[in-house]
Structure formats: C-alpha cells, structure tokens
C-alpha cells in the first residue's frame, strides 16, 4: 500500500485525475485551476451538494471505498434529476485521516467515476485537506434544463396526482441487515477476545493459538446475504432515476412538483404539501414495496409501511402530476399513483389499508 504523504496533496489530485477528459462541450476548463468553468447558453443552471460523515451517514463496516464513491455522487446527482433537469459537472471535496492509503483513494475515485460515467458527466475539481476523525466527503453537482423548464416542491396543485418510481423501503431493510450483521460480528470478536484474555493471563498458550486461529477466520468472515441481494444493493448502491426523467419528457408528462425520496417518503410529502401550500392524502395500499423488503421487515418483526413512509435512502423520485395525465402515468412501468392533492386545511394524512386516516410525520435528519 502506498502512503498518501508520498505524493502529497497535488501529487495526490494529478494522480487521480491526470485522465480525466471532459465529455460536454459546456465544461470549458476542468481540474486543474482554481476554478470550473463552464459556458451553458439558453439553460438553466442547478447547483446542489451535499455532505457525507463516516460514522453518520456511511460505515466502512460494510461499504467499501468504491461503492461509497458511487453512492456519493449519485446521490448528487439524484438532486439535479429531482428538479427535472441533467447534471453536468461534479466537484468533490475529501478530508482523510491517516488510516487511509493512495489505494483506498483510487477506490474511492473508481467509484466516483462509475456514476459519472453512466449519467456523462465531468468530474472537474474539488479539494483534499487531513482530518483528525475519519472520512468526510462533500459534493457539489451541477446540471442544467432548459429556461423556465426546473420543477422545484412548490408547485403542486389541488386534485394533482401524486406518484412514486420503484419501490421504498428496501434501502432501509438493507441497512438493517447490514447493521444487525455488524452487531453478530462484533460480538462474536468481543467473545473471541476476551477468551484470548483469559488465555494469555493463564499462559495457556495452546488455547492461545486455537483462539488466534478463531480469529483469523472471524476477519475472513463474509454473511450470507443469499435472498436479500436487492436490499444490500439497495443500500450500498443507490441508482439515481435520470431514467424517469426521459420518460416523463417522451411522454410529454412536465411533474407540478417532484422530490427525491432521501429522508422518507412522509418527511418528503411533507416538503411538497408545505412548500406548495396544500395537504394530500396517500393510500398505504398504493405504496410500492418490493418482496425482499416485505419479507425481511417481518423477520425483525417490523411494519413494512412504517420502513417505507420514513426509511429514506431509495433516491426514487416523487411528484406530482395533473389529473388530466392519469392515462399517460398509469402506463409508465416503475411508477405509482399513491394518492391525491388535496386543500390544505385537510392536512397530509395517510389513508390506512382499513380505511382509517393518520397525520404524516417528518423523520428526517436530526441533529445528534
């Protein structure tokens, strides 16, 4: 493994981006001078970014360094496809410790480019300082859609049709999985090592040895996750919908509204009706749910439709749509009418599978 100070801060930056070659004809300038930059005529431009912590938004437990590339910038990119529009350029920002090799970088780059690569866009700078506490990573993504074309969360209208992509729940019941793995994992090493304690103290060393032994094969160790392939994907892989982008557009279907479902389907409804000034009413018998997600949430004995209304991490697309394309969006495969638009003063509820009516509740990001 090669150490990062060998290559120091710019060495570092050349070595992982001394191939990059601009694909769209907008970016001008790419890495390598203090700024981006890009030339759009007759577009609008979006901007967004976000900011990923180890230990808060990723655990290195069970993501490795390429995955959590791709899973960071699509999740940028899901944003720019979230107001109906394409993304073109991505800067990302990374602080590393010292725990951290060239390699792990690369990966990490090898990701990155993955998601850049299927959706065309240019990876065009960013920065890398140290850090004293682990792995953060910031985004920024910029796209464009034609003038005046953007769909923001403030223009759902009364009797509008709400609709979801795919299905919700399954990123979060993979986190789940992965989490409880974790635990079994951890406290198999725990047993394993204080048995070793107790060896050592002995001076028992054939024990020694045999425990030694037991270790090796823990840290070898990979769960059997046959049957729940799609919900680990789902969670270490996110794939952000440009897809229902251009299907909406082939069917000449302009959303009134639309959001990326990150924090949970109710904390995203919630934004819609707040920033449109309206309520809605959503029908749990409606909600998208995926076998494996179904399946696994009643092994950990929990309610399906609660992981789906607040799980978060499917990165679908949620929007709304006027009532007079009911036809065009019943025929999209991979897309739900889950509910209504109503007045405001109804509020946002959700409409039970017996019939019974309760107020939608935001669970999105907290601070610790």
């Keep these: 493994m090669t150490d990062i100070s060998k290559?120091?801060?710019f060495g570092l930056i050349r070595h992982l981006t001394s191939d990059i070659t601009p694909q769209n004809s907008s970016t001008l300038r790419g890495v390598g001078d203090d700024c981006a930059v890009l030339r759009y005529k007759d577009s609008d431009v979006l901007v967004t970014t976000d900011m990923?912590?180890?230990g808060i938004h990723f655990d290195l437990t069970y993501i490795d360094m390429q995955h959590l590339g791709y899973k960071a910038a699509m999740v940028n990119l899901s944003d720019v496809f979230a107001m109906n529009g394409t993304p073109r350029q991505l800067l990302v920002s990374i602080a590393l410790s010292k725990r951290f090799t060239v390699e792990d970088t690369e990966a990490f780059y090898r990701g990155l480019r993955l998601a850049c690569d299927k959706w065309n866009v240019d990876l065009v700078g960013g920065d890398t300082t140290s850090s004293y506490t682990g792995l953060a990573i910031s985004i920024t993504c910029i796209g464009e859609c034609l003038c005046g074309q953007a769909v923001g969360?403030?223009?759902?209208?009364?009797?509008?049709l709400i609709c979801v992509s795919g299905d919700l729940g399954a990123a979060y019941m993979g986190l789940q999985l992965l989490e409880r793995e974790k635990a079994v994992f951890y406290a198999q090493v725990e047993e394993?090592?204080?048995?070793?304690?107790?060896?050592?103290?002995?001076d028992n060393k054939p024990l020694v040895e045999k425990l030694s032994k037991e270790m090796e094969l823990l840290n070898d160790f990979r769960p059997d996750f046959a049957g729940k392939e799609y919900l680990i994907e789902?969670?270490?892989k996110p794939e952000a919908r440009g897809d229902m982008i251009t299907?909406?557009?082939?069917?000449?279907?302009?959303p009134t509204a639309m959001i990326d479902v990150s924090d949970g389907l109710s904390s995203e409804l919630l934004h819609i009706c707040q920033q449109s000034g309206v309520g809605c009413r959503v029908y749990e018998k409606n909600i998208p749910i995926d076998y494996q997600t179904a399946l696994l949430a009643e092994e950990f004995n929990?309610?399906?439709?609660?992981?789906a209304l607040n799980g978060g991490e499917d990165y679908e697309l949620l929007f709304t749509v006027p009532i007079g394309d009911h036809g065009k969006v019943e025929k999209m495969e991979g897309v739900k009418i889950i509910g209504h638009v109503t007045k405001p003063e109804l509020g946002a509820m959700l409409v039970t599978r017996d019939g019974q009516e309760f107020e939608l509740k935001a669970q999105g990001w907290t601070a610790c």
């Design 247 to 254: 299907k909406l557009a082939a069917l000449n279907i302009r």
């Design 192 to 202: 394993v090592q204080k048995k070793m304690r107790a060896a050592e103290k002995a």
């Design 302 to 307: 929990m309610n399906v439709s609660t992981c």
């Design 153 to 160: 969360r403030d223009g759902a209208k009364e009797t509008d």
């Design 7 to 9: 290559l120091g801060e």
């Design 52 to 54: 990923l912590m180890e």
């Design 234 to 236: 789902r969670q270490i």
